[in-house]
């Protein structure tokens, strides 16, 4: 990694501060940067217009997704945040940070917590997205997991007050969880995670009977999302064989969507793209995927921001059609924090994804993989390759009381810090933080200040769409 980018560790390779030193450089950013500082936020005169931010992204897009992308985001001020994250990286920027990097989410927003199975089938709470993934001030994770907070919470109709202890819980539990690392050893810090006993005794402590039986219906039924499922779930046997099942505009499989002598060409693109994707994997499972044959591909829209980056999901089988594998190909840009933290150190977006993921993940896929290829149309593109569903679960804001967001926020902070305790100096951020509550109610006072301007630019998405200025359709 380039200076520049590298977050703040431990080097092997050189002189070590020792912790009294790593904890006096934390407490001294406070004189430059105040935790209270952090409460701040005014939007620069000359921040662009939100539409042309979503806009110049939409640019390099698969162009007749786009509309898409756009209904998704004119549904809600919540569905508009979750793909706002360019937005919000150059109003990031803008604010005070300690000086202390860290490897970062980049859209650390509430649904990008969630449940993945290890590969050890354990059932693991983790962060899921890593499209932005990138060093950077560790305060931007913090502060958009905080504005996600305050944005659902309002969807749901909470009150000031709960909307503010959800957010002071979060922060608190990022805090507090930075303190516990910090006195850790480096090898008990990489192997922190919360698995599926943590979450029931989490849940039986801190939620009513509902609460605790939303909480098992949702580990039992991430067990069952797995590639058996979304086979069952995604495909249809087709003159004896089986072959992805047409879902419009969402789901096309590659036989709808071009004349047959481009079709094969694209055909014959995504096979090169799995064939040299191996070559990131380790060698076990490496072999292990080559025991697999593909059958089938179809492209595939995908969550919010994402919409309209080239994403295929590839059939394979195993031992016979009882044995499928589904594997998601999605293209990886830049991220959205680079022209803020600085580029990508790797020569690809796609490993910049995976490695980020690595890092900041207590355990990752075993399909986790990336290639960099020169489409059909001349262009070179990167990709990230990882299973299409691997015992993944989430938990919807919308269903849950202030009790239950408030839970989810604590488990969504705790997680945060692991992650960044992995990558940056976790007894710097902690002595920063300190003890007391400065912070926490600091990141409150941005986080309901941010949601305005997040609504503001949510109104201004619906206004384009009604002047004609961009189409959109729902899907």
Not at 318 to 340: F, I, M
Request: net charge positive.
């Amino acid at each position: 990694m380039t200076k520049r980018e590298a977050p703040e560790t431990d080097r092997a390779d050189g002189p070590r501060p020792s912790a009294r030193e790593r904890a006096d450089r934390g407490r001294a950013a406070r004189k430059r940067t105040p935790r209270s500082a952090h409460a701040e936020f005014g939007p620069s005169p000359a921040r662009p217009d939100p539409v042309d931010v979503i806009e110049e992204q939409s640019a390099t897009r698969v162009p007749e997704l786009v509309p898409i992308r756009y209904g998704r985001m004119a549904q809600s001020p919540f569905r508009f945040y979750r793909g706002a994250a360019a937005i919000m990286a150059g109003d990031l920027a803008g604010t005070p940070d300690s000086g202390l990097r860290v490897q970062l989410c980049g859209d650390a927003h509430l649904m990008n917590f969630r449940l993945l199975g290890s590969p050890e089938r354990n059932l693991l709470f983790d962060i899921n997205d890593f499209d932005e993934t990138l060093p950077g001030p560790w305060e931007w994770d913090v502060k958009r997991l905080a504005v996600s907070l305050v944005v659902a919470g309002r969807e749901n109709s909470f009150t000031d007050s709960e909307r503010a202890a959800i957010v002071r819980s979060a922060v608190r539990s990022y805090r507090e969880q930075m303190h516990r690392f910090a006195a850790q050893r480096h090898l008990d810090v990489w192997y922190a995670r919360i698995d599926e006993d943590q979450l029931r005794a989490l849940a039986a402590g801190a939620l009513h009977t509902r609460g605790r039986a939303r909480v098992s219906t949702e580990l039992r039924k991430a067990r069952g999302r797995d590639s058996l499922q979304a086979a069952g779930k995604l495909t249809e046997v087709v003159d004896g064989e089986r072959r992805f099942a047409a879902v419009p505009r969402l789901i096309t499989p590659l036989s709808h969507l071009l004349p047959d002598r481009e079709r094969a060409a694209l055909k014959e693109e995504i096979g090169d793209l799995l064939r040299q994707y191996r070559h990131s994997l380790s060698t076990d499972r490496r072999h292990l995927l080559e025991q697999f044959t593909v059958i089938d591909m179809a492209r595939k829209v995908v969550g919010v921001g994402s919409v309209g980056m080239r994403c295929w999901v590839v059939l394979l089988t195993g031992r016979d059609d009882a044995d499928p594998l589904l594997l998601q190909a999605k293209e990886a840009g830049e991220s959205v924090l680079a022209p803020h933290a600085g580029a990508s150190a790797y020569p690809t977006q796609g490993e910049r994804v995976v490695a980020g993921q690595r890092l900041m993940q207590a355990a990752g896929d075993i399909f986790l993989g990336w290639q960099r290829l020169r489409g059909i149309d001349g262009r070179e593109r990167d990709f990230y390759v990882r299973q299409l569903r691997d015992w993944k679960g989430v938990l919807d804001p919308s269903q849950m009381e202030p009790r239950g967001m408030r839970v989810f926020a604590d488990l969504c902070g705790l997680t945060l810090a692991r992650a960044h305790a992995r990558s940056g100096d976790r007894i710097a951020i902690a002595a920063y933080l300190g003890r007391g509550d400065v912070f926490d109610r600091a990141v409150q006072r941005f986080a309901e200040t941010y949601a305005d301007r997040n609504e503001r630019d949510h109104r201004a998405l619906t206004a384009a769409i009604a002047a004609g200025r961009v189409s959109a359709v729902a899907a």
